[in-house]
C-alpha cells in the first residue's frame, strides 16, 4: 500500500501555511539579477536551519541525517543554478520541504522534496538516487520530473502527459501529489519574479487542476491560500480593489461582530458546552465568485464574516447549535448538516447562518476538533497506516478510492488529453448525496445522472442500463439527481452504451467507460465486417482466401502504416480502405498494383454478389436515420469514412446525391432472411385537431405490436395539424400493417412514410 512507510502526523500545518513570508526563498545581501551573473558566487548557501528545526521535533536523529545528505546531494546538483528571482535556486526545494514538514512527511518525502527537481532539471539518473538513497525517494522523484518535452508535437500534449504521470504516480503514492502541492504553492507565493503573461499561464494552471486536487484531498487551508494567489496573479487590479474594500468593511463591523462574540462566549458555558469561538472571514476568491456567479455588488455580499465553533463531542456540535438557534433566528435554508453526511473530501460540520444584530447574517460553523483537523490538513491530517495500526477511517478510505479510480479510468483511455479531460471532470467542489435501494448513500458531482450512478456501482450495470426509477417513478436516465433521490437501475443484458449518454454525464469514470466500449465494440464489430467485404472481394476476384498467418498480411501492414492484419480489417469495415484493392494486393500476377481510381472503378464494376445486412450488427453496419429502411425495402450500402457501412434506400435523395459524387463507395447490399426486430422508419399524420386524436392514435399503434419513440408536432392552434412520428416495426409488412392500424382513426386524413 502507498501509505505503508508513513508515520503517525500532527497538526503542524497551519502553522507552517501562516510562515509564507518565511518560507519564501531568502535574498542575498546584495541585489538579485534578474538572470544570473557571471560574478554570483557559486557557493551561496540558503539556510537549512529552519528545516531542522521542524523536522528534529518528530524524526529520529538517524532520519534527520538523511535528510541532511539528500540536502548536501541536491545543493551540488543545483550549484550555479539560479532562479528567476537571482536566488540560487536550492532555496527552492528547502521551501517546498518545509512545507511537507509541516505536514509531519516521513524522511523519504522529505529528500524527495530537497530532490524533486534534479532529474528534470540536472539529469540525474533515477538509478542513482535509488542507489544513493532509496528505491522510494527514486520513484516519488520520477512521479515528480516532468517528461521531455521533444518527445512531442505540441506544449498542451506534453504537459497533459506530464500530468497523467504525475497522476498514477500519485495513485500509487499520495506522498507525489503532497510534495507538488508544496512545490506549486511556493512557485505561486514567488510568481512575482516572472512575466505577467507567464504568471497568468500558470495562476490559471493552479486554479484549474492543483486547487481542485487540493480540495479533492481535503487540503482546505492549502486550497484557500492557492485560490487567493491565483486570483491575485490573473486579477491584479481587481485583487487590490477588493482586498482594500474587505479591510474597511472588517472596520465598519467589528462592532457587531465584537457584540456576537460576546454574547456567544456567554450563552454556552451557560448551557454547559466548554467551547473555543473563533471570528473567520471568506477568503478574497470566495467573496469574488459570489460576486460573480450572482452578480452582486461588494456591499451586497453580508456573509463575509463568520464565526467557528469547536467543542469536545459530537454531540455537543448540535447541542451548540441548538443553543445559537434560541438566541438569533435563523435563516431559512441555510443549514447543512455535513457531520452526518461528510463531503466527499472528509469535511464534517454543522452549517447555519442567524441573523444577528442590525440585522446581519452570520455564519457559524460547529465542529469538534478532531473535525477542524480534518477540515483543514485533510488527507495529510493522519496518514493511512500507523505501525500498530492498521485501520483505515472514512477519510482515507474515499481518498484511497478516488486515487484507485484514476488508475481505472488510465487502463480505459489512451490518449492524455482524454485522461486529463476526465480527471478535470471528476475534481467538482460540489456534490450531491443520493441513495441505492438498500439505503447506501452515494456521493456524486452536481448535475449526475441515474447513468453515472450506475457506473459509480458497477461498470456492468452502467454498460446494461435500458431504464431507471428515481423515488420509486420512472424517470429518464438523462435526469438530473438531487441530494435525497432514491435511485433505482433497471437492467437488460441486451441492453449497450449510447454514445447519446456522453452529452449528460458528469463523473469521469462514466464518460471513460462509455467511450472505452464504444471504442472497443466498434473495433470489434469493424473488424468483422471488414473481413465480411474481404471475403466478398476475394470470391469476385476468383482468389483463394488467404491464412490468417500469410506472411503477405505483415508486407501489406508495413507498406500501408498499420500495425496488424485486424487493423486492416478495421479499417475496411470503417471505409478508410477499399476490400477490393486490398484483395488485389493478393493476386499473385499483380500484387502492387496502384489504387487508382481507374483501378477502383474496374474492380467495383464487377461486383455482383451483395452483402447480406441482418439490421442489428452494431456500429460498423448502420440504417440511415435519413430514410430508416426497412425489411423489404430495396436498399443499397454506401462505404462512410470512419463509420463504415450505412444503408439507404434505393430511392433515398440522399443516397443518391453521394452515390453521383463517390460511385466507388457504393456496393450492393441485400436483407438476410433472418433480420432485426424493432427497427425505426418515420411517418407524417395529417389528422384533425380534435380532443383525444392522440390517446386513439396510440392505443392502435400499439394494437398493431409497435411502439411510438418519438413524436413532434406543430404548435399551432389550426384545425389540422401533422405529428410527426418515429415507430418500431419488424419490416415493410408490419410497416403496412402499422398504417392500416392508424387509418382507423376517423380524424386521421393523410399518412406519409418519409424516405429521405
Not at 195 to 212: F, G, H, Q
Not at 415 to 428: A, N, R, T, Y
Not at 583 to 588: G, L, M, S, V, Y
Not at 647 to 676: G, K, S, Y
Amino acid at each position: 500500500m502507498a501509505f505503508s512507510s508513513l508515520r503517525g502526523a500532527s497538526s503542524g500545518l497551519l502553522a507552517v501555511l501562516k510562515k509564507g513570508p518565511r518560507l519564501r526563498r531568502r535574498q542575498t545581501k546584495r541585489p538579485a539579477p534578474l538572470s544570473p551573473a557571471a560574478d554570483t558566487p557559486p557557493n551561496t548557501i540558503a539556510s537549512l536551519a529552519p528545516l531542522t528545526k521542524i523536522i528534529s521535533q518528530y524524526l529520529d536523529a538517524k532520519d534527520v541525517e538523511r535528510v541532511k545528505e539528500a540536502y548536501r546531494f541536491a545543493d551540488q546538483a543545483h550549484l550555479g543554478q539560479f532562479r528567476a528571482s537571482g536566488e540560487p535556486y536550492i532555496s527552492h526545494p528547502i521551501a517546498v520541504t518545509e512545507i511537507c514538514a509541516g505536514w509531519k512527511l516521513d524522511a523519504d518525502s522529505l529528500m524527495a522534496a530537497l530532490l524533486h527537481d534534479v532529474i528534470e532539471d540536472q539529469g540525474i539518473p533515477k538509478q542513482e538516487l535509488a542507489e544513493k538513497f532509496s528505491a522510494d525517494v527514486a520513484e516519488i522523484v520520477d512521479g515528480l520530473s516532468k517528461l521531455d518535452r521533444l518527445e512531442f508535437a505540441t506544449k498542451a500534449e506534453q504537459q497533459a502527459e506530464s500530468f497523467r504521470k504525475m497522476l498514477l504516480a500519485m495513485a500509487r503514492d499520495v506522498r507525489v501529489i503532497l510534495i507538488k502541492l508544496a512545490d506549486r504553492l511556493h512557485n505561486m507565493r514567488t510568481l512575482n519574479a516572472v512575466n505577467p503573461e507567464k504568471r497568468r499561464r500558470v495562476a490559471r494552471e493552479t486554479l484549474d487542476i492543483y486547487s481542485p486536487i487540493a480540495h479533492r484531498l481535503g487540503l482546505n487551508a492549502l486550497f484557500r491560500e492557492l485560490q487567493d494567489l491565483c486570483f491575485q496573479a490573473i486579477y491584479p487590479n481587481r485583487y487590490r480593489v477588493l482586498h482594500k474594500a474587505l479591510m474597511a468593511a472588517r472596520g465598519n463591523r467589528r462592532e457587531v461582530l465584537g457584540k456576537i462574540t460576546e454574547a456567544v462566549k456567554i450563552a454556552l458555558p451557560a448551557a454547559g458546552i466548554e467551547a473555543e469561538v473563533n471570528g473567520r472571514e471568506k477568503s478574497l476568491y470566495s467573496i469574488y465568485t459570489k460576486m460573480t456567479e450572482q452578480k452582486k455588488s461588494f456591499s451586497d455580499v453580508l456573509d463575509i464574516y463568520g464565526f467557528r465553533v469547536i467543542v469536545h463531542t459530537l454531540p455537543e456540535c448540535y447541542l451548540a447549535l441548538g443553543t445559537l438557534h434560541q438566541m438569533y433566528r435563523p435563516v431559512p435554508g441555510k443549514f447543512k448538516d455535513y457531520i452526518a453526511i461528510p463531503k466527499l473530501n472528509g469535511y464534517q460540520s454543522l452549517h447555519t447562518t442567524l441573523v444577528g444584530p442590525y440585522g446581519t447574517p452570520v455564519e457559524f460553523q460547529f465542529r469538534t476538533r478532531e473535525m477542524d483537523h480534518v477540515a483543514e490538513e485533510g488527507v495529510a491530517s493522519h496518514w493511512l497506516y500507523k505501525e500498530d495500526d492498521v485501520t483505515l477511517n472514512n477519510l482515507q478510505k474515499r481518498t484511497h478510492q478516488w486515487l484507485q479510480s484514476l488508475l481505472d479510468i488510465q487502463s480505459q483511455t489512451g490518449d492524455s488529453g482524454e485522461f486529463l479531460e476526465h480527471v478535470k471532470v471528476d475534481l467538482f467542489p460540489d456534490a450531491v448525496y443520493v441513495f441505492t435501494p438498500q439505503g447506501k448513500i452515494i456521493s456524486l458531482p452536481r448535475g449526475a445522472t441515474p447513468v453515472d450512478f450506475a457506473y459509480t456501482i458497477h461498470t456492468d450495470i452502467g454498460n446494461q442500463a435500458i431504464a431507471s426509477k428515481i423515488n420509486g417513478e420512472f424517470s429518464p436516465l438523462r435526469t438530473e439527481l438531487r441530494s435525497g433521490d432514491s435511485v433505482e437501475i433497471i437492467t437488460s443484458p441486451a441492453s449497450r452504451p449510447s454514445a447519446q449518454w456522453l452529452n449528460y454525464v458528469r463523473t469521469g469514470r462514466a464518460r471513460s467507460e462509455i467511450r472505452h466500449y464504444l471504442r472497443t465494440v466498434k473495433y470489434e464489430e469493424s473488424v468483422a465486417f471488414g473481413q465480411r467485404l474481404l471475403n466478398q472481394a476475394f470470391n469476385e476476384l476468383k482468389l483463394p482466401h488467404p491464412a490468417d498467418d500469410d506472411p503477405e498480411w505483415e508486407k501489406l501492414a508495413k507498406g500501408s502504416g498499420a500495425s496488424s492484419r485486424e487493423e486492416i480489417l478495421a479499417d475496411i469495415g470503417l471505409g478508410k480502405r477499399l476490400a477490393a484493392v486490398v484483395a488485389r494486393r493478393f493476386a499473385p500476377e499483380n500484387a502492387m498494383l496502384a489504387t487508382t481510381a481507374a483501378a477502383v472503378d474496374e474492380i467495383t464494376s464487377t461486383a455482383a454478389t451483395p452483402i447480406l445486412i441482418h439490421g442489428n450488427e452494431g456500429q460498423a453496419v448502420q440504417l440511415a436515420p435519413c430514410c430508416g429502411p426497412l425489411p423489404g425495402d430495396a436498399i443499397i450500402g454506401g462505404i462512410r469514412l470512419g463509420h463504415g457501412l450505412v444503408v439507404h434506400m434505393e430511392e433515398c435523395a440522399v443516397a443518391q446525391r453521394q452515390r453521383a459524387r463517390e460511385p466507388e463507395r457504393w456496393i450492393p447490399v441485400a436483407w438476410d432472411t433472418n433480420t432485426a426486430r424493432h427497427l425505426s422508419t418515420r411517418l407524417d399524420v395529417t389528422v384533425i385537431n380534435e380532443r383525444g386524436v392522440l390517446g386513439r392514435l396510440a392505443a392502435e399503434i400499439t394494437d398493431a405490436d409497435s411502439n411510438i419513440i418519438h413524436l413532434t408536432m406543430q404548435d399551432e392552434a389550426t384545425a389540422t395539424g401533422v405529428l410527426h412520428l418515429t415507430v418500431q416495426v419488424d419490416s415493410r409488412k408490419h410497416l403496412a400493417q402499422v398504417i392500416r392500424a392508424i387509418r382507423h382513426v376517423p380524424q386521421v386524413q393523410k399518412i406519409v412514410r418519409l424516405k429521405g
